[in-house]
């Protein structure tokens, strides 16, 4: 029914920046919160950032000041500006979404399928 689909990872050097995006799609009658979590290798997911539907941000300390997360309501987009970027950035990035589906009324999240992030020289 719903789909999210990140896009825009890559290999990057150290002081580099990527821009991810995610999309959602399918019988989606409103979007919540969206955001952003990362998974490095041997690690947990961890949260990175997330937008409300009326702007509000908030970002993980690890990340505040080189990460800008922004959204595009009307296209059901979430987007991860990433600047600065650090060897230790180098994760799965994982975009998430609380929707409400058409003739439902509970919210439930869905998460995309990933987007690897590299940052090497």
């Known amino acids: 029914q719903v789909q999210l689909v990140e896009s825009g990872g890559g290999l990057v050097q150290p002081g580099g920046s990527l821009r991810l995006s995610c999309a959602a799609s399918?019988?989606?009658?409103?979007?919540?919160?969206m955001g952003w979590y990362r998974q490095a290798p041997g690690k947990q997911r961890e949260f990175v950032a997330a937008?409300?539907?009326?702007?509000?941000?908030n970002y993980a300390s690890s990340v505040k000041g080189r990460f800008t997360i922004s959204r595009d309501n009307a296209m059901h987009t979430v987007y991860l500006q990433i600047n600065s970027l650090k060897p230790e950035d180098t994760a799965v990035y994982y975009c998430?979404?609380?929707?409400?589906?058409?003739?439902?009324?509970?919210?439930?999240?869905?998460w995309g399928q990933g987007t690897q992030v590299t940052v090497s020289s």
């Open positions: 399918g019988s989606i009658f409103s979007i919540n919160s």
């Open positions: 998430n979404a609380e929707i409400i589906v058409v003739l439902t009324t509970t919210p439930r999240r869905y």
């Open positions: 937008i409300t539907s009326g702007g509000n941000t």
